[in-house]
């Protein structure tokens, strides 16, 4: 497993992450057969499994069910990025940082993010304040934010004191790419890919997807041209390591079996020029339809 900076942290991460929100809650489509999160056993395996592969970053949060609960009782040796939910005070972050220790069994989180802020709250003193503090504790290393649009982003990025920042990116979905990306690199903030696969759209599973999302769909299939639809998923992957803003991808990965063929995927390395050229023509990041926020009642 190829690792990456962390930013100017220090620190260095593989360059996948796994993502355990649907090993904390079901997640996905509604009604697909792939909605359901896996049993309690199936969970803890998955996350030894993955740290034994050389994943070193577990991103989670409080809000994903028992997930914070399921890393804890693995007992695999990786870093977690994990998240708080706005608002909260000093008062409030020092609890939620509590809890999510209790639950991982650490002494000190690597990473902790606010989880889907915006503009007017990611400068506010009393956040920060209460932010610095933790850190001041050494319960936390570091801080950083996840955001969806363009707007968030930029805001985190020109607030010093996060280290991080997380963002949806894929073939689809390039909003972030014109501004984000290189005021990140110039800043010396890690960026954290999420969305990589937009919740199966972009990948083998594409023909199943809600037809509310035939947009989406149609894009993805048209990208693909003569190529087999098995292979969307490991040129979504690797679409996202083509670009060395980013410091990590975050994945969210159900059983061994998914885990192996992302692992195939990162081994066959970014994608060649005249690729990531001929994706460029399919990205549709001016449609609301690209983001999940606008998928209300499929997910």
Known sequence: MNS?????TGFAVSEITLGTVELGID??????????KPDRSSAENLLRAAAASGITLLDTAPVYGDAEELIGASGVDARVATKIVLPADAAQIAESVDRSLHRLRRPCLDLLQLHNPDPS???DPALLAGLQAVI?????????????DEATALAILDTPLYRTLQVPFNLLDRKMERRVFPLARER????????VFLRGVLTARVAEVPERLGPLRDRALAGLGDAPVDALAALALRF??????????????????ELER??????????SASELEHWRRFAVEDDPLVSPLNWQGLI
């Open 188 to 195: 010396g903030v890690a960026l954290l890919v999420r969305s």
């Open 136 to 148: 001041d504790s050494g319960t936390v290393r570091f801080v950083g934010a996840s955001a969806y």
């Open 121 to 123: 709250n990611v400068r």
């Open 240 to 257: 996202c390591l083509s670009f060395p803003e980013i410091a990590t991808l975050i994945l969210g990965i159900r059983d061994a079996a």
């Open 4 to 8: 990456r900076p962390l930013g100017n």
């Open 27 to 36: 997640y996905g489509f509604r009604g697909s057969a792939h909605y359901e």
């Open 262 to 271: 992302n692992l195939e995927a990162a081994r066959q390395g970014p994608l």
